[in-house]
């Protein structure tokens, strides 16, 4: 094999890595902020870092500023146009169930190479949109029994690290890059963050 | 992988794989055509059907994923009175430029009415936004879902079922 088709063949593996095959992006795991000594600045630094999940498109899109849900890494407008509905799920005469089945479904061709699902597919209720929030409003909202869905925050570590919907982010089908690191590390994070005190960077800084 | 499918009050034997999108099955297997491929992609609602009278993309359902559901096609819009309707209101304002998108179109409509009796502008554009139509024939489309919502109110006491 020369030169010239050695990298061909080069050129032809990494075209046809898709997304999902690619490297995930690194999500630090709670023991790196172990030297951060003042308690509040390490519980500050752990969701800080959590951030870096509840921040990602594939968390975002469906956490929108509007009742209308957003799609693709540069949140642009869902096709089609979709209302959440009353209950979140989309309307009663055009559910979200019309297209996002049980499971992540391929398709039959385009650019879109699968159609994302999952049991329990919808939009996040309005108290909890994160789109144009900065990261220190997430961690306010998230703490809030108003706007958090009335959990406590055992309930909130509890559903961020087990819950299926929040764990399709990290398996959202093909074309689509997943949310950084594992749902496991990221519960971690939260799990260390709520051990400690639950702090929140303050929104003026 | 066997299979049995209720399709439009039907009962169908059908041999696929398991991960067959059901337009295929319908088109291919079932012969039953009128469900259309458009996009492939569940955003154009050419291939929009009734699963368990909730409208579905037939190109993105797997067989697996259906069990003992009730599936409903065009081409059994004609078995309710809303389906007559619906007809009878896009012969009536002559709806169809190439017709393509139009089983699709039917069938989301179809579903709005029933459940929604009286639609407004904003109801019909909500739901039919899941529906391409490359004629651009969405303003006939508005006014024959209202002209099949008026004639369904006024001519079927149990309302739009």
Redesign the interface.
């Known amino acids: 094999m020369n030169r010239a088709h050695a990298l061909a063949l080069l050129c032809i593996v990494f075209a046809s890595m898709s997304l999902a095959d690619a490297p995930l992006e690194p999500l630090r795991a709670p023991q790196a902020f172990d030297s951060i000594r003042n308690r509040a600045a390490r519980s500050n630094a752990y969701f800080t870092e959590a951030a870096k999940v509840l921040q990602h498109p594939r968390c975002l899109n469906c956490h929108p500023a509007t009742r209308t849900p957003t799609q693709g890494d540069d949140l642009h407008p869902h096709?089609?146009?979709?209302?959440a509905g009353p209950e979140n799920r989309g309307?009663?005469?055009?559910?979200c169930?019309?297209?996002h089945?049980?499971?992540n479904?391929?398709?039959?061709?385009?650019r879109?190479k699968s159609?994302p699902g999952n049991e329990h597919w919808s939009l996040a209720p309005a108290s909890m949109a994160w789109q144009g929030l900065t990261t220190a409003q997430i961690c306010e909202q998230i703490k809030d029994p108003k706007r958090n869905g009335n959990r406590t925050l055992a309930q909130i570590e509890k559903h961020l690290a087990e819950d299926h919907l929040v764990g399709w982010a990290w398996h959202p089908g093909e074309g689509r890059a997943p949310a950084p690191g594992t749902q496991e590390v990221f519960g971690q994070l939260i799990a260390a963050w709520v051990k400690t005190g639950a702090h929140c960077q303050q929104a003026s800084l | 992988m066997s299979q049995q499918l209720s399709i439009n009050g039907v009962t169908h034997t059908v041999d696929v794989d398991e991960d067959t999108p059901l337009l295929w099955v319908l088109r291919d297997v079932v012969g039953l055509t009128g469900t259309k491929f458009g996009c492939g992609i569940a955003l154009c609602g050419a291939c929009t059907v009734h699963i368990d009278g909730v409208p579905r993309r037939a190109c993105i359902t797997s067989v697996k994923s259906l069990g003992n559901a009730s599936i409903r096609t065009i081409e059994a819009l004609e078995t309710t009175p809303v389906g007559r309707s619906l007809q009878k209101a896009w012969l009536d304002l002559e709806v169809v430029q190439c017709g393509y998108c139009q089983s699709g179109q039917l069938m989301s409509a179809a579903a709005l009415l029933a459940g929604n009796a009286a639609p407004s502008d904003a109801d019909i554009d909500t739901v039919m936004s899941g529906n391409v139509c490359r004629c651009g024939t969405y303003g006939r489309i508005r006014a024959a879902i209202k002209q099949a919502a008026n004639e369904i109110q006024h001519t079927t006491p149990e309302g739009a079922q």
Do not use: D, F, I, R
């Not at chain 1, 096709?79 to 209302?83: A, E, F, K, S």
């Not at chain 1, 479904?105 to 385009?110: N, Q, V």
């Open positions: 096709m089609p146009l979709v209302q309307t009663k005469e055009l559910p169930s019309s297209c089945g049980p499971e479904a391929p398709t039959l061709g385009g879109v159609v």
